[in-house]
């Protein structure tokens, strides 16, 4: 298992990924939003039920190797390329109206 993990953090939509990938099964399972979650005993008390549930457990297990997960690789693993990065790759290119790419100098 190789993952540029200390790329992946300098990531934002990573982060928030991940975020949503620990956050969403628990909040989905107990028939919550995130809005109705607003003091530390509710949070404290939402967490401690999800530790305490297999199922959701195995919600988030899943949606956090959902959030890890490079498809374009085979196992749980980056790409060389990807092991190789130093800093997250700016995408680089734009789309036009017909999705035509054009890249940017």
Known sequence: MKLNLKIR?????????LFL?????????AG???SEVTTWSA???????ALRNPY??????????NAVNDPTTSGLR????ALAY???KINKQRYDQ???HNTIM
Request: proline share 6%; net charge neutral; with cysteine.
């Open 9 to 17: 953090f300098k990531n934002p939509v990573f982060l928030a990924q």
């Open 21 to 29: 990938a620990l956050i969403t099964p628990v909040l989905s399972y």
């Open 32 to 34: 919550l939003t995130a």
């Open 43 to 49: 949070c404290f008390d939402l967490v401690t039920s």
């Open 56 to 65: 959701v457990l195995s919600l988030v297990a899943v949606s956090v190797w």
């Open 78 to 81: 980056d790409s060389v390329t």
């Open 86 to 88: 130093q800093k997250p």
């Open 98 to 100: 017909y999705g035509n």
